[in-house]
């Protein structure tokens, strides 16, 4: 189990629950998963809107008609 598990099956979550999510299942600290969630969104894994870290794999609509 890691981060981006924690997210898919809680998705849309918000950061504070991403924090104690992963404390209890990662025993992560909270400026670990912010470091790791910001890595994510760089790298345009994950999208964070609104303070909502949200995975975009299964969110990118298709612009094909």
Do not use: Q
Not at 18 to 39: D, F, Q
């Amino acid at each position: 189990l890691d981060l981006l598990d924690l997210i898919w099956e809680n998705e849309p979550v918000r950061s504070g629950c991403l924090v104690e999510l992963a404390g209890k299942k990662l025993g992560w600290k909270k400026s670990t998963v912010y470091t790791v969630v910001k890595h994510l969104v760089d790298k345009k894994i994950i999208k964070n809107e609104d303070g909502n870290p949200v995975e975009e794999a299964f969110n990118n609509e298709s612009n094909d008609a």
